[in-house]
């Protein structure tokens, strides 16, 4: 079992910043790819980002050049650094932890964090 904790969800307005991070509790940390995922009111939930190994990275189109995932093995935290947020950021912003499979799919992810709110104002 891995539980995980988000942290660092808030309101901003649009053009500024917020990292997020996720806790993690319970077994291996590093043996897991951790992904961010985003759901906003009436829509699927959606991919942001992951990160797998030693240097894995993909970001979604949408996120790209603005979003920046990184891990820390040591503290057992993944975290999402977000730039230049946009109105259409606004979401509740998950973590996640795959133990295998296609790191883009929400149905490749076992264990989930219970959400931080992003709300960026225009």
């Known amino acids: 079992q891995v539980q995980l904790v988000e942290s660092g969800g808030g309101l901003v307005q649009a053009g500024g910043s917020l990292r997020l991070s996720c806790a993690a509790s319970?077994?291996?940390?590093?043996?897991?790819?951790m992904g961010w995922f985003r759901q906003a009111p009436g829509k699927e939930r959606e991919f942001v980002a992951c990160?797998?190994?030693?240097?894995?990275?993909y970001y979604a189109g949408s996120v790209k050049g603005r979003f920046t995932i990184s891990r820390d093995n040591a503290k057992n935290t993944v975290y999402l650094q977000m730039n230049s947020l946009k109105p259409e950021d606004t979401a509740v912003y998950y973590c996640?932890?795959?133990?295998?499979?296609?790191?883009?799919?929400?149905?490749?992810?076992?264990?989930w964090g219970q959400g931080t709110q992003v709300t960026v104002s225009s």
């Open positions: 319970g077994r291996t940390f590093s043996d897991y790819a």
């Open positions: 990160t797998w190994g030693t240097d894995g990275i």
């Open positions: 996640a932890a795959s133990a295998g499979g296609n790191y883009y799919y929400a149905s490749s992810y076992h264990y």
